[in-house]
């Protein structure tokens, strides 16, 4: 599991968790929380206009400054206490940020200080295609700094040193409104949570001179969307803020907005990237004791790559002793750690299933939510040597997961439910959940609007689609098709450009929008006992099944044509490929250390071979080789006209055809 992070500079009560925070913020956040329930009920929206609207938000303006005519959209970093009315104070020493955001020419700003005008010592000028940001060194913690352009606008800062705060200070104000929206999107449960947690973060849209809360409220709204899995444009927002954060020096949510990013590659399957991400944000100075939440989350990243590859990072030692320091600080996080540190121990090809017992014992599941059910569940699955208690844990966690509605969620438990049911010696019952995870990752790459974020999500279930291949090896036919489709989804997905059909924009709207629905309906039934929640369970998969229809709609609206994913073989290996041809493709086994490849001739039934050992940029164009050496030895290269070539992975830009020319010039038959 992870949790949301309250990472502005100014509000220093990130690192206790969900109940010391809650202690903390007391009764300044119930009150803000009573006022801000009277402004959502003025700001409901349609859910079609909430799904539209965390969609602008997030391929918007990061900021989306606005000012009175006549005052440059400066945001402001760095105060002790701030003022709408532009008044600040400072101490001797502090530095004070101010950010324009968009296009502007620097040679244009002139600034001055109590009418001087500063010397380039006294402000750095750090701007490019983003936006402007000036770091302000006051000469004394007294005075006043203007900054104007060249077309009349200005910003004036009143500079002053802490003293009681007069009327108007905004630093209460926006402290209760950040907790009560951070607690508003990591809690939320229903729709009327979603609506009133965006309406929180518009109101924090209302503080537009702290630069601290701008950026904080756009983290929290591309968080938000993430946890609905909206993905439109979430890369793009997440890399923005980043930037600017970074620039700020604002380190907390620097690294937060880092392992956002790194949460969302993941998800993707570009796991080099993520792992990347959550190192740099674990290596982030000056996070003091933020850190250990932070670590958190990290861990998280690498968990959740471990669910794919094995041999991927183990968290396990730096999640403990962030465990270990959150328990010291008595952190309602430390309950996350330890069910991390199961989930750790359970993972790789050796688990230690002892330790993820003790870890185990010591998680409250009574406290978790549905996905660290989820994730709870499975790893009991995974500790347990009955398997009539395995088989329970993965039908207890089967219920969480269609509860949650999200798919990452479901595709982990229904590759789990195929690996014991392949274990179990139940190749039927294990085919069915592989084909009902195909589906949805089908159903999942159309998704995502950008061309690399489809590329590396089509690759990231290869691990678990070797399984399924494994169990088709009396079958060639239907293993062939199963490439073939995995293949073909890839090179679809890449094919079309989702943002170009308002036709499907508008379908795929309104599957959201009944998928919202049955969000808000079936998490009401998280509580419900087991054969209560099993009913309920059911009908969540009929009313699933026919949102799987609307966005099989939704995606013909894309093309005139059929599917380019519907496989060219039939069983009996008629209407398939033409007369004198053939047709390659191939497939990792990764964890047998194999290469499955499929043969096919016009009439006959796919041949499968399987190429032993790992196969590498080196080694890739030799096992070609043998491969075309052993359709010629076999004598199914006789009569062949042409070659048609499915590559995948490793494969991908290795010549068949010129090795065919090198090898045979004068044909092979």
Same mark, same amino acid.
């Given at each position: ?13 990130? !690192? ?21 329930? /009277? ?6 929206? !349609? ?72 010397? !380039? ?53 926006? /402290? ?19 609506? /009133? ?133 008595? !952190? ?338």
């Amino acid at each position: 599991m992870h949790r949301l992070a309250l990472a502005a500079r100014d509000v220093a009560i990130s !690192s206790l968790g969900r109940q010391g925070f809650r202690r903390a913020a007391g009764a300044s956040i119930r009150a803000f929380r009573a006022r801000s329930e /009277r402004t959502s009920r003025t700001m409901k929206l !349609s859910r079609a206009q909430f799904i539209r609207g965390i969609r602008v938000l997030a391929l918007g303006p990061v900021l989306g400054l606005t000012s009175p005519r006549g005052r440059l959209p400066v945001a402001v970093g760095g105060a002790r206490e701030l003022w709408s009315d532009g008044r600040c104070t400072v101490r001797d020493g502090d530095r004070i940020h101010l950010w324009l955001e968009g296009s502007w020419d620097p040679k244009a700003l002139e600034h001055d200080w109590d009418g001087t005008p500063l010397p !380039s010592s006294s402000v750095t000028v750090d701007a490019d295609g983003r936006g402007i940001m000036l770091l302000l060194r006051p000469p004394q913690p007294s005075g006043r700094f203007t900054l104007a352009y060249h077309d009349g606008r200005r910003f004036v800062l009143d500079l002053m040193t802490p003293g009681d705060p007069p009327k108007g200070d905004i630093l209460p104000g926006r /402290r209760a409104l950040v907790a009560a929206t951070w607690e508003a999107v990591e809690t939320f449960e229903s729709q009327d949570d979603i609506v /009133r947690a965006e309406a929180l973060i518009e109101q924090m849209r209302g503080f537009p001179l702290s630069l601290d809360i701008a950026l904080q409220s756009e983290l929290f709204s591309l968080q938000l969307a993430r946890w609905l899995g909206r993905f439109d444009g979430l890369q793009v927002g997440l890399e923005r803020v980043i930037d600017i954060s970074r620039r700020y020096g604002n380190a907390p949510l620097y690294a937060t907005a880092l392992c956002e990013r790194a949460l969302h590659l993941g998800h993707i399957g570009h796991f080099e990237r993520a792992a990347a991400d959550a190192d740099l944000a674990a290596a982030v100075p000056g996070l003091g004791l933020y850190s250990d939440q932070l670590q958190v989350n990290v861990s998280w990243v690498h968990i959740h790559r471990r669910e794919y590859d094995p041999d991927a990072h183990d968290p396990s030692a730096e999640l403990a002793r962030a465990h270990a320091s959150l328990e010291r600080s008595e !952190s309602s996080l430390a309950e996350g750690a330890r069910l991390n540190l199961a989930v750790a121990a359970s993972q790789g090809r050796s688990p230690d299933l002892a330790a993820a017992r003790r870890w185990m014992d010591q998680v409250d599941l009574a406290a978790l939510n549905l996905r660290d059910r989820v994730f709870a569940h499975l790893v009991l699955a995974r500790i347990s040597h009955d398997a009539r208690v395995v088989r329970s844990e993965l039908e207890r966690a089967a219920s969480y997961a269609a509860l949650t509605f999200d798919d990452d969620e479901i595709l982990r438990v229904l590759y789990a439910r195929a690996r014991f049911e392949q274990e179990s010696g139940a190749p039927g019952a294990a085919l069915r959940h592989y084909e009902e995870a195909e589906a949805i990752v089908a159903r999942q790459a159309l998704l995502l609007t950008l061309e690399h974020e489809r590329s590396f999500f089509a690759g990231r279930d290869r691990r678990s689609r070797s399984h399924y291949l494994s169990l088709l090896d009396r079958d060639p036919t239907r293993a062939m098709c199963m490439v073939l489709g995995a293949r073909a989804r890839h090179l679809h997905s890449l094919s079309v450009a989702v943002d170009s059909s308002p036709e499907y924009v508008e379908a795929l709207t309104r599957h959201r929008e009944k998928q919202g629905e049955l969000e808000a309906m079936q998490r009401s039934s998280r509580e419900l006992p087991q054969v209560e929640l099993e009913i309920s369970t059911r009908r969540a998969n009929l009313e699933r099944e026919r949102l799987a229809n609307d966005l099989r709609a939704a995606r013909a609206r894309l093309s005139s044509e059929s599917p380019p994913w519907m496989c060219p073989i039939d069983a009996r290996g008629e209407r398939d490929v033409p007369q004198g041809t053939a047709l390659l493709t191939m497939h990792p086994l990764p964890e047998a250390g194999r290469w499955w490849f499929a043969w096919k001739r016009y009439g006959e039934q796919p041949l499968p071979l399987v190429i032993e050992g790992a196969i590498d940029a080196a080694s890739r164009w030799q096992a070609a080789k043998q491969v075309l050496c052993t359709m010629r030895d076999d004598d199914h290269l006789a009569g062949l006209e042409q070659l048609w070539v499915v590559p995948t992975g490793e494969f991908l830009d290795v010549g068949f055809h010129t090795l065919l020319a090198r090898m045979w010039p004068q044909g092979p038959w």
